[in-house]
């Protein structure tokens, strides 16, 4: 017997602020590696219940950097925090009927299966808001229907690759992939926000909600926001492009004994800048006075950037630009990050004690704040081990 569906009217204001901004909702997850799993997990975080159904052999995403060999990699524990996992066979009819009794009970549903896939199992938005109304569908796939692409398979590389992204981050030399799943994430929140707006619609108007989030037009989108350039106009008044993120001179700067981050950006902070290494004159020079011109001449300025740092050590940056508000920062290594001072004051990494990983330390999240908690179990789920208390042993199929 599948659980009835919990609903958020069952709980009063004082009620939800102590559980969570989104306790009482229910998702279901048919998600595999990051990007329907880090949306999920965010709705997990902030109350909701999202259960998260696998196949037999489980989220493949449960094998990346698994060393223990328990099924939890360090990949799979940190995007699928606070869910609980039910193991259905889609492909047999005790599968099937099992997601159809949980897809009746929940108020959001999140797939990434491939178009054709998805059209085949009856899983499209669509298919699924016609039979439960109630629901908030959000497929996120590869492409936009109705274009020559839309059945093909797409992975973040691809559509790094096609949106632009990759040919950003070469610069002016080979196209390179940035060194972060970078596409799953963006389209996770961009659907993330599309779900929460659905769902405060339905709150207006008792009707659930077909989404799709492609991944290509959403990034697409993504990059053209300051990259489009001349392109912005029709007919186009020049290439596209930024020039600041452009320059090749733009990156963390070497100094006597190592590097930092810079970000001097306002009239303020370029005038100040001057004034401390000595040149004030460079804030009355026509192409620097204002954004425009220094815009227009940034590679030169960053130039010169580089070249002074490189005449005081970090730290002697640091205490000279930080007291006049300037920008500036360390350049952490990604192991950096667990003795960062700023993070330890803010408590940003929470101990967790998983029944088969051990002791863990996961990052906390940004959400509703106050009195709301994570979610009472915060760690990622053993492969199935809510079957029987979700759907019954006989559904796994």
């Given at each position: 017997m599948t659980e009835p569906a919990p609903t958020s009217s069952r709980l009063g204001?004082?009620?939800?602020?102590?559980?969570?901004?989104?306790?009482?909702?229910?998702?279901?997850?048919?998600?595999?590696?990051?990007?329907?799993?880090?949306?999920?997990m965010l709705l997990a975080q902030w109350g909701a219940d999202v259960v998260k159904v696998e196949p037999p052999a489980g989220d493949p995403a449960r094998y990346i950097g698994d060393l223990q060999r328990t099924g939890m990699g360090p990949f799979f524990l940190n995007a699928n925090r606070g869910k609980r996992s039910v193991v259905l066979d889609l492909k047999?009819?005790?599968?099937?009927?099992?997601?159809?009794?949980?897809?009746?009970?929940?108020?959001?549903v999140v797939h990434t299966l491939r178009p054709d896939a998805a059209t085949a199992l009856g899983l499209d938005a669509a298919s699924i808001v016609v039979r439960h109304p109630q629901c908030i569908a959000v497929a996120l796939r590869g492409f936009g229907r109705g274009g020559p692409a839309a059945e093909e398979p797409a992975y973040d590389d691809i559509i790094q690759a096609r949106s632009g992204v990759a040919a950003l981050?070469?610069?002016?030399?080979?196209?390179?992939?940035?060194?972060?799943?970078?596409?799953?994430?963006?389209?996770?929140?961009?659907?993330?926000?599309?779900?929460?707006?659905?769902?405060?619609?339905?709150?207006?108007?008792g009707r659930g909600m077909a989404l799709e989030i492609p991944m290509f037009e959403t990034m697409a989108a993504f990059n053209l926001v300051e990259q489009q350039g001349g392109l912005v106009f029709d007919p186009p008044t020049g290439p596209p492009g930024y020039r600041r993120t452009a320059s090749s001179h733009r990156r963390p700067y070497a100094t006597k004994d190592g590097s930092v981050a810079v970000m001097l950006y306002t009239d303020r902070h370029w005038r100040v800048f001057f004034d401390l290494i000595g040149r004030p004159e460079l804030a009355k020079s026509p192409r620097y006075r204002t954004i425009r011109e220094?815009?227009?001449?940034?590679?030169?300025?960053?130039?010169?950037?580089?070249?002074?740092?490189?005449?005081?050590?970090?730290?002697?940056?640091?205490?000279?630009?930080?007291?006049?508000?300037?920008?500036?920062?360390?350049?952490n290594g990604l192991s950096d990050l667990v003795d960062?001072?700023?993070?330890?004051?803010?408590?940003?990494?929470?101990?967790?004690?998983?029944?088969?990983?051990?002791?863990?330390?996961?990052?906390?999240?940004?959400?509703?704040?106050?009195?709301?908690?994570?979610?009472?179990?915060?760690?990622?789920?053993?492969?199935?081990?809510?079957?029987?208390?979700?759907v019954g042993g006989s559904a796994a199929g």
């Open positions: 204001p004082e009620e939800l602020v102590q559980t969570g901004a989104l306790t009482g909702l229910r998702v279901v997850e048919l998600g595999s590696t990051l990007m329907g799993p880090y949306c999920t047999m009819p005790d599968g099937a009927r099992g997601l159809e009794e949980l897809l009746s009970t929940c108020d959001i981050q070469g610069g002016h030399g080979e196209p390179t992939y940035v060194r972060s799943t970078l596409v799953d994430k963006v389209v996770a929140l961009h659907g993330l926000a599309a779900l929460l707006a659905a769902l405060r619609q339905r709150d207006l108007t220094r815009t227009e001449h940034i590679d030169e300025l960053y130039r010169l950037l580089a070249e002074t740092l490189l005449e005081r050590t970090s730290q002697e940056w640091i205490d000279l630009l930080g007291p006049h508000k300037i920008p500036i920062g360390s350049v960062d001072p700023q993070l330890i004051a803010t408590d940003f990494f929470t101990a967790v004690e998983h029944p088969a990983a051990g002791s863990l330390r996961l990052p906390r999240l940004a959400g509703p704040t106050g009195a709301n908690p994570p979610p009472a179990r915060d760690w990622a789920p053993l492969l199935g081990a809510d079957t029987e208390a979700v």
